[in-house]
């Protein structure tokens, strides 16, 4: 990663707004490392899935797990866990509003503990929970509403005061404060670590592992996937290729309705005289999300009003957009200075109502899509895995409701819609 310009080198927030000399920095994350880790490529498998992210792994892992035999993974980079994965936030929660997406997260963060422990700590699994804050009419009915939801399925989610907010976070600026919740079990994971120990664990169970190799195509008659390598016959092909499952489901002549955004995060320096184990404090009326990274921060913001973009180089004016919401809840970083070389931006291939797809397509049930995460793979990986690995032993999924995720609900009226995307 090159760091910022040195202009700009060590400049608080407040001193990094529209107009600032921000528009001359570029930071650019490498999207691949060199070299090669590929095992040779098999002629056949019986299930071939396309991506190493956490999606992908843990479909591989929970396969495994399962009894089915011959699984290979493919994927572009030298290595598991390069792509999307990599870029992560690092947080896993089951405060959503929608009851899949609760679920998914409940199913997964169970399975990350113990993956947690499995691996001897190397997921990297803190349990500091989420807060979320919101200082408007609206934003407390939302809430509200949420949490009702929530707590009916089980999760541990607290309705705070602002006296509440302050015994957990005390740097939070409660002003105005209309309503917050707090979920002790939501937490941190380390993204490098995640992707380390399923791939290790999927490996251990016999997983094969194809790198540095692109899948071109996926075609019927029989089955089978077409790399820059050479073909692989196959059973089941599993469209885990996050933000590039869109063009691999075309090749198939799938229509999947991802579209994939850049979202960016930003380090700060050192703030001392604050714990180190705090919660995931977001702020739900600017969208800015702020946590513990080393002795410094690291601050979130997803824009709703970006446009599509497969780029993965940060975006400077990432820093102006922050500079203005962040004094909204959490002041104490507006004149803490950003670390140079601790900024980056990741992808979030997404859908229209913000729900992943995972799916066995009724004109070709073999291709099974499960893609369009949006930012919130790693935290739904195992319930992902869990799924697919029942639509291809059993031809169905039991433990999930997979009707909230099916690939033709586009085309039909009233959509649940996710409403807590950071």
Known sequence: MEPLDASIRGLPLSKLRAGSLIASAVIRTLTSDAGSAATGRPARARVVVVGAGAIGLAVALQLRRAGVDDVVVIDRNSSAGMGSTSRANGGVRAQFTTPVNIVFSQFTIEKLRELHELSAGHVGFKR??????????????????????QRSLGVDVEWLSAAGVIEKAPFVDVDGLAAATFCASDGLIDPHGVASALSAEARRLGTRFVFDTEVVSVAAGPPRVRTTTGDIETEFVVNAAGPFA?????????????????????????????????????????????????????????????????????????????????????????????????????????????????????????????????????????????????????????????????????????????????
């Not at 807060?131 to 509200?144: H, K, P, Q, Y």
């Open 128 to 149: 500091v929970g989420y807060l979320f804050l919101t200082g408007s009419d609206a934003g407390e009915v939302a809430l509200r509403r949420a949490w009702e939801l």
């Open 246 to 422: 869109c063009a691999l489901a075309a090749t198939a002549g799938i229509d999947l309705p991802v579209v994939t955004r850049r979202r960016n995060l930003a380090c700060t320096e050192r703030v001392p005289g604050i714990a180190g184990d705090i919660p995931m404090c977001v702020d739900n009326d600017t969208g800015v999300l702020i946590r513990r990274e080393g002795a410094g921060f690291l601050i979130g913001f997803s824009d709703p009003g970006d446009p599509p973009s497969t780029d993965t180089g940060f975006d400077p004016a990432f820093l102006d957009a922050i500079a203005a919401r962040v004094g909204n809840r959490f002041p104490f970083l507006e004149d803490v200075p950003i670390s140079p070389r601790k900024c980056w931006a990741g992808l979030y291939p997404e859908t229209p109502d913000h729900h992943a797809i995972v799916d066995a397509p009724a004109q070709l049930p073999w291709f099974i899509q499960c893609a369009g995460f949006g930012g919130h793979g790693i935290m739904h990986s195992f319930a992902a895995g869990q799924a697919v690995t029942e639509l291809i032993t059993e031809s169905r999924c039991t433990t999930f409701d997979l009707h909230p995720l099916r690939l033709n609900r586009f085309d039909e009226p009233g959509a649940m819609v996710e409403t807590a995307v950071l």
